[in-house]
């Protein structure tokens, strides 16, 4: 399924850290072919061509590269499961770890993961770059390096950081709370309803009070099943009585992230309250996410939101729909009673949500 390279740095046995690098895909690891006249995936084992600045590093860096290596847009959870098992498997003899991963569905995959590493203390650090590794202007060099230094970093001999996060463009960010908000700018992604949990400057400096704190005397517990039975439903104005309908009629539908506007609020037509109270008494489960980047879902604050309150919408408080939606393929997967699917979606499980 992978490859595995050793990374020569200057590490010796006293090395800061020992770190495994997942490499997954997407627009980082390319590089200019002459021959296609295009951007190839990049070979790990020519490293110290395209990045000699590893080689001045004190961390013991191993590479594992996927044999088909995804554009991340085709991302799957069972690609997220693999992710999980393959950081198991090596847990205990590395300080940390770094997924190289495209930036189109990162925060989908930081978030999955936040919830299939249970007990999480050491970092995952997910990274990638808006131009290839082989560009000359190209951001990948310091997201890379960076993520690596953030990996390794320790105080009193702990990892500073022990959760899932997305490093890109100078900020440390919280996987769950991220999502990529710009295609063509170096920032590609933001935390609206989370501080950033690290800057990078002259000096990495971190936002202690809003890290994970990390538990001792706890043992990783890796989540090996994701539900897929689950669908995204945006609203907007003109939506057709035939477009819910359908959605809501998928046929093993378990849950649905009903994207809604503003502080949680839909229209209040009876048809479209009639399908949403339908479903519900069918045992689906609706989770009320804003297509707002900040604020939270606050049911019953407005007329248009009162009536899925009273019916049982749960709602998604200032989750990201990413967060969300793997949060319902999670909770899915942890239990066939909806009372429990349902209390596991109203409690934040990884940071979530506030
Ligand atoms: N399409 C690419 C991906 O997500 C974009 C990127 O890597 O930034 O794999």
């Not at 999955?112 to 590493?117: E, H, R, T």
């Not at 936002?207 to 517990?221: A, D, E, T």
Request: hydrophobic fraction near 40%; proline fraction near 4%.
């Amino acid at each position: 399924m992978y490859q595995s390279i050793h990374i020569k740095t200057k590490a010796n046995s006293k090395h800061e850290a020992k770190i495994l690098v997942i490499y997954t895909g997407g627009t980082l690891g390319m590089v200019y072919d002459p021959v296609s006249d295009g951007l190839v995936p990049f070979d790990f084992a020519q490293i110290p061509d395209n990045l000699p600045e590893m080689g001045r590093l004190d961390y013991d860096i191993t590479v594992l590269t996927f044999d088909k290596l995804l554009d991340s847009s085709n991302m799957r959870p069972v690609i997220w499961v693999q992710l999980a098992e393959i950081i198991e498997q090596h847990y205990e003899q590395y300080d940390s770890f770094v997924i190289l991963h495209g930036t189109d569905t990162m925060a989908y995959s930081a978030s999955a993961l936040s919830y299939l590493l249970e007990n999480l203390n050491k970092p995952v650090i997910f990274t990638g770059a808006q131009l290839p590794i082989g560009a000359a202007r190209t951001d990948a060099k310091e997201n890379f390096i960076t993520a690596l230094e953030i990996a390794a970093a320790k105080q009193n001999n702990r990892p500073i950081v022990s959760e899932v996060c997305i490093y890109f463009n100078s900020v440390l960010l919280r996987g769950n709370r991220a999502r990529k908000h710009e295609s063509v700018q170096f920032n590609a992604f933001e935390s609206e309803n989370y501080p950033v949990l690290a800057e990078a400057g002259v000096r990495i400096e971190y936002n202690y009070p809003f890290l994970r704190h990390y538990k001792s005397n706890v043992s990783l517990k890796v989540h090996k099943h994701l539900d897929e039975n689950v669908v995204i439903l945006k609203l907007f104005p003109g939506i057709s009585e035939q477009v819910v309908r359908s959605v809501l009629a998928i046929e093993n539908l378990k849950g649905v992230v009903l994207e809604t506007y503003g502080a949680g609020n839909a229209p209040t037509d009876e048809w479209f309250l009639k399908h949403i109270k339908a479903s519900l008494d069918k045992g689906i489960v609706i989770y009320n996410i804003s297509q707002c980047n900040g604020g939270r879902v606050t049911q019953g604050r407005y007329h248009t939101s009162h009536y899925l309150q009273e019916i049982g919408v749960i709602s998604g408080a200032d989750l990201t729909t990413e967060a969300a939606i793997t949060k319902m393929m999670f909770a899915f997967a942890q239990s066939n009673d909806i009372a429990t699917v349902k209390a596991i979606l109203k409690q934040p499980i990884a940071g979530e949500m506030s």
